[in-house]
Every structure is written in C-alpha cells, then in structure tokens.
C-alpha cells in the first residue's frame, strides 16, 4: 500500500461489535468491527455533544453514542433518524487481516 494508507493493527485486535481507537495527530479515530467482520473508521466524536463512540455499541451498521444514544451510520458518519449531524469517516482497507487507513477525512461526508 502506498500513498497515505496507515497500517494501524490486525482485525484481530478488535472484537467483533466492538472499537479501538488510533492516534492522528491529537484526533483519535474509533476503528470499529462488525458482528460479521467489516471494518469502519470514524473520528471518535459523537456530533452531538462529542460523546466516544469508541464506547459505544456496535449494531446494525451504526453505533449507538453512550451518551445520548444518537445513532451513527459506520459507513458515512452521518446521524440517523431525526438527529441531525455528522463524524468524519476515514477510508478503511483490509489486507491479510492487517487494518489501514487513509487518515485523510472524507470531509464530504461531515
């Protein structure tokens, strides 16, 4: 991989349902897994208030704040249902179990 993509751990270091978070600068970033093993990078920022999502549960293809229980699509970012705002999503590879990230914000999805 070249350009700006980061390896940042193995998919096994993530439980399924479950997040880790990685270090951009003073960012950090949840990497989350699904139940059935796809992987998504989101700031670690609820738009709400700046809840961890890191923290929160993982289902669904969303995460569900632990403060407030706004629910965040993984895939863009965005708050679903009536809640409006969004997160920053990173662009997230998976190469023989090795997680990378582009650590450039997709900036049209916030």
């Known amino acids: 991989m070249t350009g700006r993509w980061v390896a940042v751990g193995s998919i096994d270091d993530i439980p399924r349902r479950g997040a880790r978070c990685v270090m951009n600068g003073d960012m950090a970033v949840a990497v ?20 961890p999502l890191s923290q929160g549960i993982v289902h ?8 407030h ?15 409006e705002g969004a997160t920053p999503a990173f662009p997230v590879r998976l190469q023989d179990r090795v ?12």
Do not use: K, M
């Open 32 to 51: 989350f897994r699904t139940a059935d093993d796809r992987i998504f990078a989101l700031e670690d920022r609820c738009p709400h208030r700046g809840g």
């Open 99 to 110: 997680i990378y990230l582009d650590l450039t914000p997709d900036l049209a999805t916030a």
């Open 60 to 67: 669904d293809g969303c995460v569900t704040c632990p403060l």
């Open 69 to 83: 229980n706004w629910v965040i699509s993984l895939e863009s970012g965005r708050a679903q249902g009536a809640d």
